[in-house]
């Protein structure tokens, strides 16, 4: 069975500083992604950011990067120059390609201070 | 291109009625789909998922079941709702081997 734990319930930042989410898993499987959603007051999942567990390098998109841990199984989602819209619950998943399992983190509310 | 519909988006019901949500997905074949629940302020507990028709996985025992009558069609359903039934329900798909999952618009739940 997949598992993936956030450790941090809450998270809070000062507008334009960054910010660092946890975020560790456990599967089996060598073939897999992982990902951060947003999700606003609205509900709706946003897909922040995508990991291939294949690929070494650590995905970035704009202001938003990983640190991929392959061997620590960890997948920590570094936030910069946060903004206001950046407040959400952020989940951290796995999509286990064997299975096709998607299994999703606990959460992590994030709040932007201005 | 691909979309997934989820309806009702909202919805009371009283303590003992029953309960069909659906959710269908369009542009794509074959999907795996899930259903999950969101307690208030709190993570996503998957429910359900399915990787082909009348292929259906329990994560957790419930009060609720699931069909897929059709391969792009997912429902969830129960026969007596209980109050602790109330929460947000998720419908979502991916493709085997693809690299993203897809999301609806979710229902609210409210068991009354």
């Known amino acids: 069975a997949q598992t993936v734990t956030q450790s941090q319930p809450e998270m809070s930042v000062q507008e334009a500083e960054t910010v660092t989410l946890s975020c560790t898993y456990d599967?089996?499987?060598?073939?897999?992604?992982l990902f951060w959603y947003k999700q606003p007051p609205s509900r709706q999942m946003i897909l922040v950011i995508r990991?291939?567990?294949?690929?070494?390098q650590n995905a970035t998109e704009n202001r938003f990067s990983v640190n991929f841990q392959k061997a620590a199984k960890s997948f920590s989602l570094k936030i910069s120059d946060s903004q206001l819209g950046d407040a959400a619950m952020y989940f951290c998943?796995?999509?286990?390609?064997?299975?096709?399992?998607?299994?999703f983190g606990g959460g992590t509310r994030l709040m932007v201070k201005p | 291109s691909q979309t997934i519909h989820q309806w009702p988006a909202t919805l009371v019901q009283p303590v003992g009625s029953p309960l069909s949500l659906e959710c269908t997905v369009e542009?794509?074949?074959?999907?795996?789909l899930y259903w999950y629940r969101q307690a208030a302020g709190r993570g996503l507990q998957l429910l359900f998922y399915?990787?082909?028709?009348?292929?259906i996985s329990s994560e957790v025992p419930q009060n609720l079941s699931a069909s897929r009558p059709q391969d792009r069609q997912f429902i969830l359903s129960s026969k007596k709702l209980l109050l602790s039934d109330s929460g947000f329900y998720l419908c979502?798909?991916?493709?085997?081997?693809?690299?993203?999952?897809?999301f609806g618009q979710g229902t609210r739940l409210t068991v009354v």
């Open positions: 990991q291939e567990a294949y690929k070494q």
């Open positions: 979502a798909w991916s493709l085997t081997g693809g690299t993203e999952a897809f």
């Open positions: 998943a796995s999509l286990v390609n064997a299975g096709n399992m998607l299994t």
């Open positions: 599967t089996s499987e060598s073939d897999y992604y």
């Open positions: 542009g794509t074949s074959n999907p795996n």
């Open positions: 399915s990787v082909g028709i009348g292929q």
